[in-house]
């Protein structure tokens, strides 16, 4: 079995998909937003492993077997959970054999239409976009944006398997308007009933750049909810 480092273990979170649920972070993320809440998850050097733990899919299971009764099911965060599929294809099936669920959050980076039975386990996808153009998004990001969120939305909304779209909300840095209209235009037959979620950045937890930038004022998030209402969202919250 592969093993992988896992940075922390929520027993019980309900702000992780549908009800109460395991939320588990891996270790290492192939991209790094400026705006990230976890930056602790991101590198893999020798100082950010020492606060994790080296788990395989069966170590990890019979960890948070005992949370099982009182959540849905498992929730796989990070750092970004897709840079381990055959990890995740263990862990899942382990889970489905409990009677749970299994949802991923991912930054959309890596294509899940690669991985597809990994992907038929999955029940659902919380999936984030960090930016549209793609110098909005190597300036938020590090990283150079590749084809594989038009892969995600178009093959992850014709399987059902997205449960909601994040989208990070901080002017300046995210071209929230472009990234609206992107998906509207990309999958124009599913997006209508897809949750929104528009988050309102916040500086807890970041480090460097954006460590006292200020969060949109309920003005600019009415106008963003507004935006997204315009052009046909039926399902959208606002955090």
Known sequence: MEEIYINKIIPISTVDGIGAR???????CNINCLYCHNPET???NKEDLEVCTLY?????FEHIKPYLIFTRGITVS???CMLHPNFLYELFQLIKKEGK????DSNGT??????????????????DIKAWDKDVFYKLTGSLKNDS??????????????QELRLVCIEDYVDVYRCIDGIKNTIPNKYENIPLKLIRFRNNGVIGELANHKSPDNKKMQEYLDYARSVGFKKIVIT
């Open 22 to 28: 395991v939320s588990i972070f891996t270790q290492g």
């Open 42 to 44: 991101i590198k893999m």
């Open 56 to 60: 395989n899919a069966k170590t990890l």
């Open 78 to 80: 990070g750092g970004e």
């Open 101 to 104: 669920t299994c949802f991923v």
């Open 110 to 127: 890596i294509s899940f239409s690669k991985y597809k039975d990994l992907t038929s386990l999955i029940d659902g996808v919380l999936l």
């Open 149 to 162: 969120l038009i892969d995600n939305l178009t093959y992850l909304s014709e399987t059902d398997k997205i």
